[in-house]
């Protein structure tokens, strides 16, 4: 089982790019596939990027797709989350998360970093 924490988060201009990251630990993590994932207040958790193990696997939800970038670096046990563009749609609590399947949904997602926050200002 990993353990998940993020990091990179804070305040940005609209138009702007920041960049995340979440550091893993287990010896599981280059098996485990890695998501991305937002909350905004009073709403719901919504997908944002997914990367499969092995990297070569990945898929955006439409809001970002173009402007962000999700990678992973195993021998690190990092993924990251490179963003570009930003609005303020985009302001939210950003979570790492992983799954031991491919998935898009959060209730596959097993293990959940703590959230780092990103505010992007108009």
């Known amino acids: 089982q990993v353990q998940l924490v993020e990091s990179g988060g804070g305040l940005v201009q609209a138009g702007g790019s920041l960049r995340l990251s979440c550091t893993a630990s287990g010896r599981t993590f280059s098996t485990s596939t890695m998501g991305w994932f937002r909350q905004s207040p009073g709403k719901e958790r919504d997908f944002v990027a997914v990367?499969?193990?092995?990297?070569?696997?990945?898929y955006y939800h439409a809001s970002v797709e173009g402007r962000f970038t999700v990678s992973r670096d195993n021998a690190k046990n990092m993924v990251y989350l490179q963003m570009h563009n930003l609005t303020p749609e985009d302001t939210a609590v950003y979570y790492c998360a992983a799954a031991d399947e491919y998935s898009y949904n959060p209730d596959e997602f097993t293990t959940w970093g703590q959230g780092t926050q990103v505010t992007v200002s108009s």
């Open positions: 990367i499969s193990g092995n990297g070569e696997s990945y």
